[in-house]
């Protein structure tokens, strides 16, 4: 770990004492530190009485499983806390049961121990990132103030619209946002037409994505939108 990268407090949420050694020896030995539950009751209590900059949460759990402990502590926890969710489930609906329930990111076991801490990382940067007037993320840069997106150092030429998705997106970075969640934070609980979200799509995709070498704005088929900026090179 370099010094750009800081050190995390972690909660892991693990009953498979295999894959909770072999988490805490890798993370830790880069300087993250580590806290544990091995079910998901005993969890919940620890991430609500102790502060963790990230929960990194198994999704099959004894007593009570990943979801319910997601949802549980969406609904009592007074601050958003990270939470990346472990899974051996890799289909489309489990994903989207899990983001549903306020998931931030979903890694398939097995996993890389080094695309796991890339993973922390960014989430722990995304939430500060929140906080800031202009979030970076690699090539592209949102300042809030000025209602200016920037990619490569040139201002592009948003309309509101677009310039609300790529912000949504770049708050969310990395996870993928809902075409559900996308159209409730623009228009709320209004009734939209169906293909509204896909022609702002198009016609940002124009400007985004279109002058550049390679796209940013990535469509997850079935689930929704993300930005496909690689993690160590987004800062802060």
């Known amino acids: 770990m ?11 949420v693990e009953d498979q004492q295999d894959i909770a050694s072999n988490v805490a020896d890798y993370m ?5 530190v580590f806290d544990f539950a091995v079910e998901g009751k005993h969890g919940l209590e620890l991430a609500l009485s102790e502060y963790y900059d990230l929960v990194i949460l198994d999704l099959n ?4 499983d990943g979801l319910e402990v997601c949802k549980q502590l969406r609904e009592k926890s007074a601050r958003h806390i990270p939470i990346l969710m472990l899974t051996a489930r890799d289909s ?20 890389s121990l080094q695309e796991l801490e890339v993973r922390c990382l960014a989430l722990s940067r995304r939430h500060l990132l929140q906080t800031q ?9 949102v300042d809030r103030k000025r209602k200016q997106i920037t990619r490569d150092g040139k201002p592009l030429a948003l309309h509101s619209m677009g310039y609300k998705i790529v ?47 390679y796209p940013l704005l990535k469509t997850v088929h079935g689930v929704g939108f993300t930005l496909d900026i690689d993690s160590e090179k987004a800062t802060h």
Do not use: C, N
Request: proline share 7%; hydrophobic share 40%.
């Open 2 to 12: 370099t010094s750009s990268m800081p050190a995390l407090h972690v909660l892991l």
């Open 28 to 32: 830790e030995e880069k300087g993250h």
């Open 61 to 64: 759990l004894p007593l009570m």
């Open 92 to 111: 489309i609906d489990d994903k989207v049961t899990g983001f549903s329930v306020g998931a931030d990111d979903y890694l398939t076991k097995p996993f």
């Open 133 to 141: 007037d202009v979030m970076t993320l690699g090539p592209l840069s």
């Open 167 to 213: 912000t949504i997106l770049a708050e969310a970075f990395p996870q993928v946002v809902t075409r559900s969640e996308l159209s409730r934070k623009i228009w709320g609980d209004q009734p939209t037409e169906s293909d509204a979200i896909r022609s702002h799509i198009y016609q940002l995709r124009a400007v985004l994505d279109k002058p550049f070498d």
